[in-house]
């Protein structure tokens, strides 16, 4: 999986791939741990799958892009918001 732009301005584009299908949330949280209201679920697709999120209201900052694969986490991801 992969997090890009890095830096993020105004939207973070997450990239993945499944074997399966399988629910799958992308949930934000920032350097110290909260969660932040950004969140976005989808039905995942056995291949190559897409989710961007709008973190334009962010302040500038280090973020963590946590993505869950039917309620289990499947990988964190470091990304900078930067204005």
Do not use: C, H, W
């Amino acid at each position: 999986s992969t997090v890009y732009p890095n830096p993020a301005v105004d939207q973070i584009t997450v990239d993945f791939t499944l074997t399966e299908n399988k629910n799958v949330v992308v949930q934000l949280f920032n350097s110290l741990g909260q969660k932040m209201e950004i969140n976005q679920t989808a039905e995942g697709i056995q291949g190559a799958n897409t989710i961007q999120l709008d973190v334009a209201t962010l302040p500038e900052g280090i973020y963590f892009a946590q993505i869950l694969l039917d309620g289990n986490i499947a990988a964190t991801k470091r990304f900078v918001v930067a204005k």
